[in-house]
């Protein structure tokens, strides 16, 4: 592997993590976006990270400034992939918006480039023909506070040179990533083929009035040692997002349990402004919720 240049296409909450953390790893990092109002507030949502890296990671104020350092913007697509080794595209997950771009970048990106998708919902072989070289495309997802959650699942489709996929598989260890090869197309990878079960059927119980969020985290946090219970999850994930995806489970299944649960989020607290974790208050209050509280796992 010998990767410099790493331009990431799609400057949101993840695409700016993955930018920052290729770059404090010593990279040349480009990030790409489709105007400079949106490079702006990628710029701002980079230098916010920069005491996050010093509080959890020890870096030193010279570390994150030369990090920030080797990071150039540009809104031109072409000028931005120009010496570019590997692409990570990190823009919406819609199927056209994907398609569209990724026809535009085989058009304009060096032989060399590899492309990545850190699509968490949308499977690779979905965009391959798209790309114009579906040999050197594959998914490369990442999980949020990527510096501290630091996995790294590597996905191939049936077209993935297998030279390109262990390339890939080096390349997340060296920004600091534990690399988690996957043989085979999954829709939700490792990480949320095992979470969104998790997460469901705490919510079914919620739902059900079987028990409160605070006793259903209490249980599996009691029961397996975990960190955080399915709510605390949650409210990392934003209660926005889970209610788009329980409204389209409801939508797809017309099932009463799914449309009960969007009504609940969507009235108790998305109308009330409990967001989650972002907002201060989801399931929970934060910056103390009593999670983390030392008597919460007591009697």
């Given at each position: 592997m010998n990767f410099k240049n790493i331009t990431v296409a799609g400057s949101g909450v993840l695409g700016s993590q993955i930018a920052y953390q290729t770059a404090f790893k010593g990279f040349n990092v480009v990030v790409y976006d489709i105007n400079d109002e949106a490079l702006a507030r990628a710029k701002d949502?980079?230098?916010?990270?920069?005491?996050?890296?010093?509080?959890?990671?020890?870096?030193?104020?010279?570390?994150?400034?030369?990090?920030?350092?080797?990071?150039?913007?540009?809104?031109?697509?072409?000028?931005?992939?120009?010496?570019?080794?590997?692409?990570?595209?990190?823009?919406?997950?819609?199927?056209?918006?994907?398609?569209?771009?990724y026809t535009e970048l085989g058009n304009v990106a060096p032989d060399k480039t590899i492309f990545a998708t850190n699509s968490s919902t949308l499977l690779p072989s979905q965009f391959a023909e798209a790309t114009g070289r579906p040999e050197r495309f594959l998914a490369l997802h990442f999980a949020n506070e990527i510096w501290k959650n630091n996995t790294a699942e590597i996905m191939k489709h049936p077209g993935t040179d297998a030279k390109v996929f262990d390339e890939?598989?080096?390349?997340?260890?060296?920004?600091?990533?534990?690399?988690?090869?996957?043989?085979?197309?999954?829709?939700?990878?490792?990480?949320n083929s095992l979470l969104v079960p998790l997460l469901d059927a705490a919510q079914m119980l919620l739902i059900k009035e079987i028990a409160d969020p605070e006793t259903i985290d209490k249980t599996w946090m009691v029961g397996t040692g975990a960190p955080l219970g399915p709510f605390a999850i949650l409210d990392v994930v934003g209660i926005n997002t889970a209610y788009n995806i329980t409204l389209a489970k409801a939508q797809a299944t017309g099932k009463e349990e799914f449309e009960k649960l969007a009504e609940l989020l969507r009235t108790e607290y998305i109308d009330k402004g409990k967001l989650g974790r972002a907002t201060g208050e989801g399931f929970y209050k934060y910056p103390n919720p009593s999670f983390m509280q030392p008597d919460f796992l007591k009697n």
């Open positions: 949502r980079i230098i916010n990270l920069k005491p996050h890296y010093q509080a959890d990671l020890g870096a030193t104020e010279e570390e994150v400034n030369t990090a920030y350092n080797h990071i150039s913007f540009s809104s031109h697509l072409s000028e931005a992939v120009r010496d570019a080794d590997l692409v990570i595209e990190a823009i919406p997950e819609v199927v056209q918006i994907k398609s569209d771009f890939v598989i080096e390349f997340a260890k060296t920004i600091g990533m534990v690399a988690l090869p996957l043989q085979k197309e999954q829709p939700g990878y490792i990480l």
